[in-house]
């Protein structure tokens, strides 16, 4: 299942290039179920982290630059951002094929192992690619065995130290135990499923 997460992650970011190309520039002022975020920033958290995390992974004992997260800004135009993030899940599969998924890698501080890594990331961007659909009507059907490995794994990392007001998750949504696996893992994630535009 390791080796999966760094496959599923890289065939989600595919994905959710395509997503990207799709959203149109009239769209970028609107919300999102990211309280903090419009479409424009959501768009910005998308490409810089990948691009961040596609650097950790080629460079897993914390050396090598990382880019500036706080200060980016997505290309304008849907096709540049969207090939941003392809080019991002190019150098993470070449990381995956390198057999990162089997080192300790250092994003943060200290180092975790590499399909820890590769999970957690794969859980940001079923979820991120969720909250960029339902911001613009556009459609999210990330890979049903993507979606099982981020709900199977997820549950582990996201524990009440990181929920909360001032954290980087929400507490979880309620649903119920029959709703699709999607919806479970955004629920998990401290996102409304079913969040509508106001």
């Given at each position: 299942?390791?080796?999966?997460?760094?496959?599923y992650?890289?065939?989600?970011?595919?994905?959710l290039?395509?997503?990207?190309?799709?959203?149109?520039?009239?769209?970028?002022?609107?919300?999102?179920p990211?309280?903090?975020?419009?479409?424009?920033?959501?768009?910005?958290h998308?490409?810089?982290?990948a691009?961040?995390?596609?650097?950790?992974?080629?460079?897993?004992?914390?050396s090598?630059?990382?880019?500036?997260?706080?200060?980016?800004?997505?290309p304008?135009?849907?096709?540049?951002?969207?090939?941003?993030?392809?080019?991002?899940?190019?150098?993470?599969?070449?990381?995956?094929?390198?057999?990162?998924a089997?080192?300790?890698?250092?994003?943060?501080?200290?180092?975790?192992?590499?399909?820890?890594?590769?999970?957690?990331?794969?859980?940001?961007?079923?979820?991120?690619?969720h909250?960029?659909?339902?911001?613009?009507?556009?459609?999210?059907?990330?890979?049903?065995?993507?979606?099982?490995?981020?709900?199977?794994?997820?549950p582990?990392?996201?524990?009440d130290?990181?929920r909360?007001?001032?954290?980087?998750?929400g507490?979880?949504?309620?649903?119920?135990?029959?709703?699709?696996a999607?919806?479970?893992?955004?629920?998990?994630?401290?996102r409304?499923?079913?969040?509508?535009?106001?």
């Amino acid at each position: 299942m390791t080796q999966n997460h760094g496959q599923y992650l890289t065939s989600v970011l595919d994905q959710l290039a395509d997503l990207v190309a799709e959203v149109e520039p009239s769209r970028y002022g609107a919300p999102t179920p990211c309280p903090e975020f419009d479409v424009a920033v959501l768009r910005n958290h998308i490409l810089a982290w990948a691009q961040f995390f596609a650097a950790s992974f080629e460079h897993p004992d914390g050396s090598g630059e990382r880019p500036d997260v706080d200060g980016y800004e997505a290309p304008a135009s849907p096709a540049e951002a969207a090939d941003v993030l392809r080019d991002a899940s190019r150098r993470i599969a070449a990381c995956v094929a390198a057999g990162v998924a089997d080192q300790p890698v250092t994003m943060f501080g200290g180092a975790m192992p590499g399909s820890m890594s590769l999970g957690m990331c794969l859980g940001e961007y079923v979820v991120h690619g969720h909250d960029l659909a339902l911001a613009t009507g556009l459609a999210w059907d990330p890979p049903a065995e993507a979606v099982a490995a981020a709900l199977d794994f997820l549950p582990s990392m996201l524990t009440d130290e990181y929920r909360g007001p001032d954290q980087s998750f929400g507490y979880a949504v309620e649903v119920p135990a029959t709703a699709p696996a999607l919806d479970r893992i955004v629920a998990l994630s401290g996102r409304d499923p079913y969040w509508k535009a106001p």
